[in-house]
């Protein structure tokens, strides 16, 4: 498995940690899984509602934590599917979702607790790894892993540097 050296970006804000996830939803494709990891309120959804904003979602789509759901669809520039996975103890729990077809298929996935179902999870996909660092700042540890991401990641570093 191909993996790239992780990328350390630091937000001050959730205004930030939303523009992260904006500039690097920009540039994602169907088929890219985002798995996301973190203790409770480190930014996971926010980053997400970021994610959502570059890939062009409709701001009225309200965006937020599929907490009790576990699954939220979202239009967009390419079909958007936000997992979260913190309440689920099993991979047999989401499978009538779809689970693996969704994160086969033809849109770009989001996880929020992916850590829990690492099982489920494509061996090719971002992940990034979400810590407290104070009050409102956060760190973020950005990391590609699979030939997907070669030719991506250094423009992805480049557009994400102002962070860092």
Same mark, same amino acid.
């Given at each position: 498995?191909?993996?790239?050296?992780?990328?350390?970006?630091?937000?001050?804000?959730?205004?930030?940690?939303?523009?992260?996830?904006?500039?690097?939803? &920009? !540039?994602? +494709?169907? =088929? %890219?899984? #985002?798995?996301?990891?973190?203790?409770?309120?480190?930014?996971?959804?926010? @980053?997400?509602?970021?994610?959502?904003?570059?890939?062009?979602?409709?701001?009225?789509?309200?965006?937020?934590?599929?907490?009790?759901?576990?699954?939220?669809?979202?239009?967009?520039?390419?079909?958007?599917?936000?997992?979260?996975?913190?309440?689920?103890?099993?991979?047999?729990?989401?499978?009538?979702?779809?689970? &693996? !077809?969704? +994160?086969? =298929? %033809?849109? #770009?996935?989001?996880?929020?607790?992916?850590?829990?179902?690492?099982?489920? @999870?494509?061996?090719?996909?971002?992940?990034?790894?979400?810590?407290?660092?104070?009050?409102?700042?956060?760190?973020?540890?950005?990391?590609?892993?699979?030939?997907?991401?070669?030719?991506?990641?250094?423009?992805?570093?480049?557009?994400?540097?102002?962070?860092?």
């Amino acid at each position: 498995m191909v993996e790239f050296p992780g990328l350390r970006l630091v937000s001050r804000t959730s205004e930030e940690t939303s523009g992260i996830g904006a500039c690097l939803g &920009r !540039e994602l +494709l169907p =088929g %890219d899984v #985002v798995a996301l990891s973190g203790e409770l309120g480190t930014g996971k959804t926010c @980053l997400v509602k970021g994610l959502a904003r570059g890939l062009d979602v409709d701001e009225e789509s309200n965006v937020r934590s599929p907490s009790f759901v576990i699954l939220n669809i979202y239009a967009g520039r390419h079909p958007f599917y936000h997992f979260d996975f913190y309440r689920i103890s099993h991979p047999a729990e989401v499978e009538d979702l779809g689970t &693996r !077809e969704i +994160l086969y =298929g %033809d849109g #770009v996935t989001a996880i929020e607790w992916a850590d829990k179902m690492v099982s489920l @999870l494509p061996e090719e996909r971002i992940e990034i790894d979400l810590r407290f660092l104070g009050e409102t700042r956060r760190e973020l540890l950005i990391r590609a892993r699979g030939k997907r991401y070669r030719s991506r990641w250094p423009e992805w570093q480049a557009g994400l540097e102002r962070f860092t």
